[in-house]
């Protein structure tokens, strides 16, 4: 694979380096310490799924979820670059997820995380011009402490990712079978990447935290006619710890998160942005649990319109 020395090389070597170099920086101990689950100034964060925290902590979490589009328009009767009709149809999304992350030292954890992400079309229209599509991706990383306050926890993150592209396309196929071309069913496409961020988390009172982060990086396009590239991810959201005012122990986010490198099928190889929102439980110091809404718009390149998707997830992380 053209990038997987260098992808595996760089970031080993970077976390040799800076992993030195972070040590003195590391922050100062505080009472938020005897908190497992990322807490600050008295306010207990509840990070939408999407928008990872900066504390080095051990956990483990996992999390499943749906999404689906309405009322996509679907071309189906092209004479060259004229769509004669179109159909209407849907799109399912499907996800599973589980992640590992150790505490090594109390400035730095290794984290590993495995996903699955599927893609399908309810309908016969939407099966046949989208197909099926599925995606399994690797992560390994490192997260280390920067800076610590009585209200911030600032970090930097180190991963390398290897994705596998899996797709059935029954309409390219049956083109490719009336123009005498070589006809492939299925298509795989491998994929792998490093990348590098920081991550910032702040709680303004016990009441209003924010989590945020970003990330760029570089590796294989998922499209193979183009050569390697550069990527970038960020989001952020604000929560509000309704405990801290003796209420509920719930927790509410809200927020933003966009993805250049988006993993939810081989054929969306541009932005993908969404809109979050979580409410969850946190009236444990060693538990998050909670639901992820979101609102999703990306293209695809099998479909000429915009898709806009709305789903839900489950998330569950167990703090040790």
């Known amino acids: 694979m053209r990038t997987a020395r260098r992808t595996w090389q760089t970031p080993l070597f970077a976390v040799a380096v800076l992993g030195l170099a972070v040590t003195p920086l590391a922050g100062q101990e505080t009472d938020d310490r005897e908190w497992k689950a990322p807490h600050k100034n008295g306010h207990t964060f509840s990070p939408a799924l999407g928008v990872p925290d900066a504390f ?19 071309p189906l009767g ?10 209407r149809g849907s799109l399912l999304f499907a996800l599973l997820g589980l992640e590992y992350q150790q505490t090594i030292k109390d400035w730095i954890a290794f984290r590993a995380a495995f996903k699955v992400n599927g893609r399908l079309g309810t309908g016969t229209s939407a099966l046949l011009a989208s197909g099926v ?83 760029t990086g570089y590796g294989e396009s998922v499209d193979r006619t183009k050569e ?30 966009q993805d250049s490198f988006p993993e939810g099928g081989a054929d969306i190889t541009d932005v993908v942005r969404t809109i979050l929102f979580r409410i969850g439980y946190t009236g444990r110091e ?30 569950i992380r167990y703090f040790f």
């Open 286 to 315: 060693d538990l998050n649990l909670g639901l992820n809404f979101r609102y999703a718009s990306f293209p695809t390149e099998s479909l000429d319109t915009k898709i806009k998707s709305t789903g839900v997830d489950f998330d």
């Open 133 to 215: 599509s599925a995606s399994t991706g690797f992560e390994l990383g490192w997260l280390m402490r920067l800076l610590e306050t009585d209200k911030s926890y600032l970090s930097l993150s180190f991963d390398v990712r290897k994705s596998d592209f899996t797709t059935i396309n029954i309409a390219d196929f049956v083109e490719d079978v009336i123009d005498g071309e070589d006809a492939e069913l299925v298509g795989k496409t491998p994929s792998m990447r490093a990348g590098a961020g920081v991550r910032f988390t702040h709680a303004f009172s016990p009441l209003i935290g924010l989590v945020s982060f970003l990330e």
């Open 78 to 87: 092209v004479v060259g670059s004229d769509t004669l009709f179109a159909s």
């Open 56 to 74: 080095v902590r051990s956990y483990i979490r996992t999390n499943v979820g749906l999404s689906n589009t309405f009322d996509v328009d679907i």
């Open 228 to 257: 390697d590239e550069w990527f970038t991810r960020f989001g952020a959201t604000v929560d509000f710890d309704l405990a801290a005012v003796n209420w509920l122990p719930v927790g509410l986010a809200a927020g933003y998160s």
